[in-house]
């Protein structure tokens, strides 16, 4: 089966802003930044692909960024709601922290905050007005201040830039990420309030379809009987195709009880409570043995088998799981079947029917717990397809799930998870 290939989402695109505004009351400090930040000409892409080729990084320019200037507060304030506005908002700020006569450094981060929270900001000063736990306290800083005492290192100031602009980059790709996360959240849970209202709606039309249907076709098997009836003693083709409606009238009912318990369970509320295993899977065996007396059959059931579960879905799931082991063990001289204890841990248990049937396929075992599927001849071994679909339903109620491993001729072992009973609090 040809399957499309899913081409991967590409990454997000790499965000970069190099967008800093200076903010010193001195023009000689701009020109200063200037020299160590401003673009320093062209870029030789093919010396930056040898040196990322030779150290496996990329190239850090001296230059590159761009630059904005303001010699107050007030002007500063400005540009930064002007590139807002605009949509190209700065990624950092270096501020002097004596700025007279208007705002001091201080209330200019303040208010540069006030407009844009996501502002990183590095206070240049050799003097300071205010002691630096008071600054910090004013300012309510997290992680977006650093302070550079002047006169400044020049490869400390380009250091850097390089770094919170990158972390303003990185930060504004995490909460683009996580609105995205946010948003497939949301939808996903949309999409599962609608289908758990579709199944609903869903389960609910099967039953009603099962429910009304049950009763025509008990009546076709019925007058097809009476038919049978008044054509008994005639051969040919009448009384064959009789047998032929009588037989399909009964596999109908049967798919249709087999439905409506399969959307009885998932409408059902669970009753938790400490269930026998053993003692449902000895009655199970013993009715099986009553309706095919001559056959010879080894059934070992491990005593003490229990479970904290709905009793009564737990006898439906085992049922199903040991008529299916004794139908497709028909064929041997002595059919061996066991149900027993797999493995216990603290928070479940697991159990299995093991049988030496005529067993399957393992690369069709996806098929065995969806309705209506079968892995073996109707007319061989007969049934509904509904029984271990059913067993599913039950198990995945209970919070455990089912599952099988099998060798075609040598049998299969259906095992099936339950959680242990929580521990009271």
Not at 1 to 28: H, K, Q, T, Y
Not at 188 to 210: C, D, G, I, N
Request: net charge negative.
């Amino acid at each position: 089966m040809f399957v499309p290939a899913v081409e991967d989402s590409p990454p997000p695109p790499v965000l970069r802003n190099g967008r800093i505004l200076l903010v010193d009351d001195a023009p000689s400090i701009h020109e200063d930044f200037r020299k160590i930040l401003a673009d320093q000409g062209p870029v030789d892409a093919e010396i930056d692909a040898r040196e990322a080729a030779i150290f496996g990084l990329a190239p850090q320019r001296p230059g590159g960024f761009q630059l904005d200037s303001a010699c107050q507060g007030e002007e500063a304030l400005a540009l930064v709601e002007a590139a807002l506005a605009s949509g190209r908002p700065y990624a950092m700020a270096f501020v002097d922290m004596r700025m007279p006569p208007g705002w001091d450094g201080v209330e200019t981060i303040e208010r540069l905050w006030r407009a844009d929270p996501r502002l990183q900001v590095v206070i240049c000063t050799a003097v300071s007005d205010h002691a630096w736990s008071e600054v910090l306290a004013r300012l309510d800083v997290q992680d977006r201040l650093l302070i550079v005492k002047k006169p400044f290192d020049l490869i400390e100031v380009s250091q850097l830039a390089h770094t919170l602009t990158a972390k303003w980059c990185a930060a504004q790709q995490a909460a683009e990420q996580m609105r995205q996360l946010v948003d497939t959240v949301q939808r996903l849970r949309a999409s599962e309030t609608e289908l758990r209202y579709t199944s609903r709606e869903l389960e609910s039309f099967a039953y009603s379809v099962a429910h009304d249907l049950r009763a025509p076709m008990a009546i076709i098997g019925s007058f097809g009987k009476l038919l049978a009836e008044h054509l008994e003693g005639h051969d040919g083709k009448p009384g064959h195709y009789l047998d032929r409606i009588i037989a399909n009238a009964n596999l109908g009912q049967e798919v249709l009880s087999g439905l409506l318990a399969l959307t009885e369970i998932a409408r059902a509320p669970l009753r938790l409570q400490t269930v026998d295993l053993s003692r449902i899977a000895r009655q199970v065996m013993e009715e099986l043995r009553h309706d095919a007396p001559g056959r010879a059959a080894t059934v070992t059931i491990a005593p003490g088998l229990e479970a904290w579960a709905d009793s009564r879905l737990m006898q439906c799931a085992l049922r199903n799981l040991l008529e299916n082991a004794w139908k497709f063990t028909s064929a041997r001289e002595a059919a061996d079947i066991e149900v027993g204890l797999a493995s216990r841990t603290p928070l479940q248990d697991t159990f299995f029917v093991r049988d030496n049937g005529c067993g399957f396929d393992m690369a069709h075992a996806d098929k065995l717990f969806h309705n209506f599927q079968r892995l073996h001849d109707a007319q061989e071994y007969p049934g509904t397809g509904v029984g271990l679909a059913t067993v599913s339903r039950v198990l995945v109620r209970h919070g455990g799930h089912v599952w099988a491993d099998s060798v075609p001729g040598q049998g299969s072992t259906f095992s099936f998870s339950l959680p242990r009973r929580p521990l009271a609090s």
